[in-house]
């Protein structure tokens, strides 16, 4: 069976009260919900995972590269502009992944253009909220059908 991990990096826990005008209002709990009956449909093994920590991002992702993990969906959040670790570890495991972000952090701060992961990815979801995640889910699924052809 296909697994698909999706990681949330930091303050993603306080989606819904956290700026909603700029990540909507949906709370990281309606999204991972709607992500596992979406796997459910599809008969894919999702997990997720949550953390305001850089290093327990890292060692998640060193886990799946050891476990059966087959795709990743990442949204590294602030240490998408500051994580060398954190690409490092996709690159030490190689597991393919989808970068994915709520706003469309280029047209944000200008520090918020710039990520250490982008050139690693798979592809970049940005910019529609909570659909950035269904959209990279439904990617995710597309990319691990045609790899195991």
Known sequence: M???LVIHGPNLNMLGTREPEV???DTLESINQT????AAEK???LETFQSNVEGDIVSCIQNAGTSDTHFVIINPAAYTHTSIAIRDAFLATRIPFIEVHLSNIFTREEFRMHSYLSDLAIGIISGFGKYSYLLAFEAAVIHCKQ???
């Open 35 to 38: 992500l596992i009956e979406m």
């Open 147 to 149: 790899s195991s052809q």
């Open 2 to 4: 296909t697994k698909i």
């Open 23 to 25: 990540y909507g209002s």
């Open 43 to 45: 008969e894919i093994n």
